[in-house]
């Protein structure tokens, strides 16, 4: 998934000498690249990546090793649109409007938050999908054994101690923390924040998306418990 600290993933790897493929999309159906089209960007790398790898596990027999992360799903479905600022349907300057429209997109269809990358991008190539795998909530990653694969997932909120721990065995090498793509360091972080300032949802929403098992399967009730509270906090 995209916004999930995969680039932190990626750069700690390449200072370690490793060259993993860093990818978003490996599905046949990129409807996001009609969203790149639109608007005349150059399409980013991991795309031509991603098509190339599709291609390439259709192939091959070749035994992979993943990295894969979650992250607070609303977290994560806000910092995605602000990822894609230039070409997707958020006000671009009306920090109000974005609120709303942000509020109204996760109340209306909480699928919309949730995991379903896994379902979407791993499981038809590969045969795994970590949301019905055993994860050690606790700890804050799980390691799968998959027909293809060994897949590591690890929790975002946990990245910073586990990179150098747990990644670092699953690699076979020591790996100090880089941190990287970071929305508090983009051009928009002012804007970013000020929406964050506003934004808020009701209990009831919460409920129906930290309730879904696609979130317990990964986040301990403490967890949920904290980030209902952050959500909700600014609710008169």
């Not at 070409?87 to 974005?98: L, R």
């Not at 209306?108 to 050690?136: C, Y």
Request: aromatic share 12%; with cysteine.
């Amino acid at each position: 998934m995209g916004k999930v600290g995969s680039t932190s993933v990626q750069r700690s790897l390449y200072d370690a000498g490793f060259s993993p493929l860093h990818v978003h999309f490996i599905h046949a159906d990129l409807p996001h690249m009609e969203r790149f089209t639109e608007t005349e960007r150059d399409f980013p790398l991991h795309f031509y990546i991603g098509r190339l790898l599709r291609y390439y596990l259709m192939v091959t027999s070749h035994r992979l090793k993943i990295i894969t992360l979650v992250r607070d799903p609303i977290a994560r479905f806000i910092s995605a649109q602000f990822q894609t600022l230039d070409h997707e349907p958020i006000p671009p300057a009306d920090a109000g409007a974005a609120v709303r429209q942000l509020r109204e997109t996760i109340r209306s269809d909480p699928e919309t938050v949730l995991f379903r990358w896994f379902k979407r991008e791993m499981e038809p190539l590969l045969g795994v999908n970590p949301i019905d795998e055993p994860f050690d909530r606790e700890e804050g990653y799980g390691v799968i054994e998959a027909p293809r694969a060994d897949v590591l997932v690890l929790k975002l909120e946990r990245l910073s101690e586990l990179i150098p721990t747990v990644v670092s065995s699953f690699v076979g090498k020591e790996l100090s923390v880089v941190r990287a793509n970071e929305g508090q360091e983009k051009d928009y972080a002012d804007y970013y924040n000020e929406v964050l300032g506003q934004f808020h949802l009701s209990e009831e929403t919460c409920r129906r998306i930290y309730g879904h098992e696609h979130v317990k399967n990964f986040y301990t009730t403490d967890e949920i418990k904290d980030f209902t509270e952050k959500w909700t906090s600014q609710v008169n």
